[in-house]
C-alpha cells in the first residue's frame, strides 16, 4: 500500500503537496468521526468526506455533485434556478452533472458556473467501453473532474494506484481535479484518523445543506464544500455558495 500510495504522490509531482506528501491509506475516501466538538453540529449525521480542488484558484469553492440524479425535464429546471440565483463573485462554483447531461448543462448553464465530471478514464481515449476520456471532457467544455470520491472507491472498488494515475493524466490534460482524500493505514490504526484528516481538509463533502453551511464555512479549515443531495436544489445550492459571507464575517 505505501508503494501505491507513494506512486500516487510521484505522479501528481508538485501539485497540492500539502495533501499528496502523505500517504493515502487503502482504499477509503476521507471518512471522519463526527463526535469532533468542531464539527458538532445537530444536522450532519453521516461519516464527512474531505476534498481538495487541484488547481483551483484558492478562493472557497463550492461543488455541486448530482451523481446518478436527474432528467432532462429536472435538469433544466435546476439549471434555470442556477442561472436566476444570485450568487457572491468570490467563490469558485462547480457542478458536476452525469455525463450524459454534461454537455445540455454546459450549453444552458451561464458561465459563473464551471461543468465537473464525476470520474474519467485514465488515459487517452480508444477501446474502452462505458468509459469517458479527458479529451472529450475538455471538447465539451468541462474544465474540472471529481476523482476518488469514496462511492467510487467503496462501491465500484477503485484505489489509491487507478485513482492517482486518474489524477496525474487528468492534470496533464489540463483538467482541474477535486480530488477526494484520505487518511494513512498505520494512522487510522492508531485512531489518528480525525486529526489527520482534518489537518488535511481543504472542502468539506458530507451532509452540508442550506441549513448548516454558514455554520460549516466559519469553520477556520474549512475552504469550501462539495455538496451531494443539496445541489439538486438550485435555490438551497444558492444559499450554500453564499455561505461564503459567514467565512467573510468570521474572518
Ligand atoms: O458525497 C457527497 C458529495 O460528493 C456528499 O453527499 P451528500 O451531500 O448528499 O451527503
Same mark, same amino acid.
Given at each position: 500500500m505505501a508503494a501505491a500510495a507513494s506512486s500516487l504522490a510521484t505522479q501528481v509531482s508538485g501539485l497540492c503537496r500539502e495533501v499528496l506528501s502523505r500517504e493515502s491509506a487503502p482504499p477509503t475516501a476521507l471518512f471522519l468521526r463526527s463526535d469532533h466538538s468542531r464539527l458538532r453540529l445537530p444536522s450532519l449525521r453521516r461519516p464527512h468526506r474531505g476534498v481538495v480542488a487541484m488547481a483551483g484558484t484558492g478562493k472557497f469553492f463550492v461543488g455541486g455533485n448530482w451523481k446518478c440524479n436527474g432528467t432532462k425535464d429536472s435538469i433544466s429546471k435546476l439549471v434555470a434556478d442556477l442561472n436566476d440565483a444570485k450568487l457572491e463573485n468570490d467563490v469558485d462554483i462547480v457542478v458536476a452533472p452525469p455525463y450524459i447531461y454534461a454537455d445540455q448543462v454546459k450549453q444552458s448553464l451561464n458561465d459563473?458556473?464551471?461543468?465537473?465530471?464525476?470520474?474519467?478514464?485514465?488515459?487517452?481515449?480508444? =477501446? *474502452?467501453? @462505458?468509459?469517458?476520456?479527458?479529451?472529450?471532457?475538455?471538447?465539451?467544455?468541462?474544465?474540472?473532474? /471529481?476523482? &476518488?470520491?469514496?462511492?467510487?472507491?467503496?462501491?465500484?472498488?477503485?484505489?489509491?494506484?487507478?485513482?492517482?494515475?486518474?489524477?496525474?493524466?487528468?492534470?496533464?490534460?489540463?483538467?482541474?481535479?477535486?480530488?477526494?482524500?484520505?487518511?494513512?493505514?498505520?494512522?487510522?490504526?492508531?485512531?489518528?484518523?480525525?486529526?489527520?484528516?482534518?489537518?488535511?481538509?481543504? =472542502? *468539506?463533502? @458530507?451532509?452540508?445543506?442550506?441549513?448548516?453551511?454558514?455554520?460549516?464555512?466559519?469553520?477556520?479549515? /474549512?475552504? &469550501?464544500?462539495?455538496?451531494?443531495?443539496?445541489?439538486?436544489?438550485?435555490?438551497?445550492?444558492?444559499?450554500?455558495?453564499?455561505?461564503?459571507?459567514?467565512?467573510?464575517?468570521?474572518?
Open positions: 459563473r458556473i464551471e461543468i465537473s465530471a464525476q470520474n474519467c478514464w485514465v488515459g487517452k481515449g480508444g =477501446a *474502452f467501453t @462505458g468509459e469517458i476520456s479527458a479529451e472529450q471532457l475538455i471538447d465539451i467544455g468541462c474544465k474540472w473532474v /471529481i476523482l &476518488g470520491h469514496s462511492e467510487r472507491r467503496h462501491i465500484i472498488g477503485e484505489d489509491d494506484q487507478f485513482i492517482g494515475k486518474k489524477a496525474a493524466f487528468a492534470l496533464s490534460q489540463n483538467l482541474k481535479v477535486i480530488a477526494c482524500i484520505g487518511e494513512k493505514l498505520e494512522e487510522r490504526e492508531a485512531g489518528k484518523t480525525f486529526d489527520v484528516c482534518f489537518e488535511q481538509m481543504k =472542502a *468539506f463533502a @458530507g451532509s452540508v445543506n442550506g441549513s448548516n453551511c454558514s455554520e460549516l464555512a466559519k469553520q477556520e479549515d /474549512i475552504d &469550501g464544500f462539495l455538496v451531494g443531495g443539496a445541489s439538486l436544489k438550485g435555490p438551497e445550492f444558492a444559499i450554500i455558495v453564499n455561505s461564503v459571507t459567514s467565512k467573510k464575517v468570521a474572518a
